[in-house]
Nanobody
Framework: QVQLIESGGGLVQAGDSLTLSCAASGGTVSSYAMGWFRQAPGKEREIVASTSWSGNTKYYPDSVKGRFTIFRDNVENTVTLRMNSLKPEDTAVYYC????????????????????WGQGTQVTVSS
């Protein structure tokens, strides 16, 4: 089974930018829809961005739309989340995830759609 490894988390101030990366090993994710989720203490894990397998279609919830951008490199087998104008409420552990099935032409939104998960990377935004 493919392993997903996130990196790039850290402590930043409100208004700053941060880029998270997700690298796949032990297999390829180039044919799978991918997503980024986050989970804050005491809250449910929620999606913040997702992309179809090709990268042609993407989804963002209103909470991050216009601030976060997901993009993928199917040659390098990576998925990246660019986060701008960060807010304290963006503080959470961020997870990369791969769809359970390949070739999805629409980005997935539900946690149950994803079958492979990374270990998470902490993002802390101070006010």
């Amino acid at each position: 089974q493919v392993q997903l490894i996130e990196s790039g988390g850290g402590l930043v101030q409100a208004g700053d930018s941060l880029t998270l990366s997700c690298a796949a090993s032990g297999g390829t994710v180039s044919s799978y829809a991918m997503g980024w989720f986050r989970q804050a203490p005491g809250k449910e894990r929620e999606i913040v961005a997702s992309t179809s397998w090709s990268g042609n279609t993407k989804y963002y919830p209103d909470s991050v739309k216009g601030r976060f951008t997901i993009f993928r490199d199917n040659v390098e087998n990576t998925v990246t989340l660019r986060m701008n104008s960060l807010k304290p409420e963006d503080t959470a552990v961020y997870y990369c995830a791969a769809d359970k099935f390949p070739w999805a032409t629409v980005p997935k939104r539900e946690r149950t759609d994803f079958g492979s998960w990374g270990q998470g990377t902490q993002v802390t935004v101070s006010s």
